[in-house]
């Protein structure tokens, strides 16, 4: 069987057990860049080495127009050792040829914290504008930017005090699609702080003026939508807010940034790394501590502050 039947076939076997999304992203990856270089050989001898020599050439300066990010390689190696991992359990190898290649060293994710000062400023200048409310509820939650676009008004509690992220808005190639959560922590609730109260309630009038008057919101409805209640494209919003920080000559702030900031923000107030976790719908607190590691050694020396004060109240005593 050449890999490339194979690969057609396993494409069809995960297509209903993962996200459209997810399951595009992966059929990109192995039409680019997989099956032209591997898709003729016989699934059966595919080698480890095929599989490292196809990752130096993606990686390679000379690769035409570019070469492949580092980031790009390793996402494509899982790819494979997915697939490969299922064609054993399907007893078509005996063994995964991905597990004996090597993908590269991801690179460390380089992004911008804005301190509560630069925060405030960016409130300021946003009042009145689209961006006002999303970017309000990035910063007092830290919410992805699919969750905060897919975000209902019946995903409030009553008092809106608490937001329960239940889907996320993704990009695909049919267009716009509410997904379920990626993983089992993504879905969760949210104690929304006091600072986001103002934004909801001006929104909700918003809306209702859009609506000639009505007094109630559809339970169903969008908090935040394009002006008509449709749903605003996730790369449309990152646009509009690089087109804003330019406009208005702000520090280079990315609108994922916020994100990050929210939970530097909380870490550096001595909030637990496992409710910055939870608030954030990490897969694993490990994950949260090997994105905010830079955080960890002011939370040291606090540490260390609060223990040589213990021992010196019990010196005294």
């Known amino acids: 069987m050449p890999f490339t039947t194979y690969l057609g076939h396993w494409l069809s076997h995960i297509r209903g057990r993962v996200r459209l999304s997810t399951y595009e992203g992966y059929r990109m990856l192995l039409q680019c860049h997989a099956i032209p270089a591997l898709g003729e050989i016989e699934l059966g001898r595919l080698h480890p080495l095929d599989i490292q020599s196809l990752y130096g050439q993606l990686l390679s300066p000379e690769r035409q127009?570019?070469?492949?990010?580092?980031?790009?390689?390793?996402?494509?190696?899982?790819?494979?050792?997915?697939?490969?991992?299922?064609?054993?359990?399907?007893?078509?190898?005996?063994?995964?040829?991905?597990s004996g290649a090597q993908p590269p060293r991801p690179r460390p994710h380089q992004y911008t914290v804005a301190d509560p000062v630069l925060l405030r400023m960016l409130l300021d200048q946003l009042?009145?504008?689209?961006?006002?409310?999303?970017a309000a509820f990035a910063i007092a939650t830290g919410m992805r930017r699919g969750e905060l676009l897919a975000l209902r008004w019946s995903d409030l509690s009553p008092d809106h005090s608490i937001a329960y992220i239940r889907r996320s808005l993704q990009i695909t190639r049919q267009g716009l699609c509410f997904e379920e959560p990626k993983t089992r922590r993504s879905r969760r609730a949210i104690i929304l702080p006091a600072l986001i109260h103002p934004y909801l309630e001006r929104q909700e009038a918003a809306q209702q003026s859009r609506r000639s008057g009505s007094s109630t919101a559809p339970r169903d409805a969008l908090i935040i939508d394009r002006g008509d209640g449709?749903?605003?494209?996730?790369?449309?919003?990152?646009?509009?807010?690089?087109?804003?920080?330019?406009?208005?000559?702000?520090?280079?702030?990315?609108?994922?940034?916020?994100?990050?900031?929210?939970?530097?923000?909380?870490?550096?107030?001595?909030?637990?790394p496992k409710i910055v976790s939870e608030r954030l719908g990490h897969a694993s607190i490990g994950i949260t501590l090997d994105t905010y590691s830079h955080v960890l050694p002011t939370m040291q020396s606090d540490a260390v502050t609060a223990f040589d004060e213990l021992f010196a109240t019990a010196q005294t005593s």
């Open 65 to 98: 127009p570019r070469p492949l990010s580092a980031g790009s390689v390793r996402n494509l190696h899982l790819v494979l050792a997915q697939a490969l991992k299922q064609a054993v359990s399907w007893q078509l190898i005996d063994r995964s040829p991905a």
């Open 127 to 134: 009042v009145g504008h689209p961006l006002e409310l999303p």
């Open 230 to 272: 449709q749903p605003i494209n996730p790369d449309s919003l990152s646009s509009a807010w690089r087109r804003f920080i330019r406009g208005n000559e702000l520090p280079a702030i990315r609108f994922h940034d916020l994100r990050h900031s929210h939970a530097t923000a909380l870490l550096l107030q001595g909030v637990h």
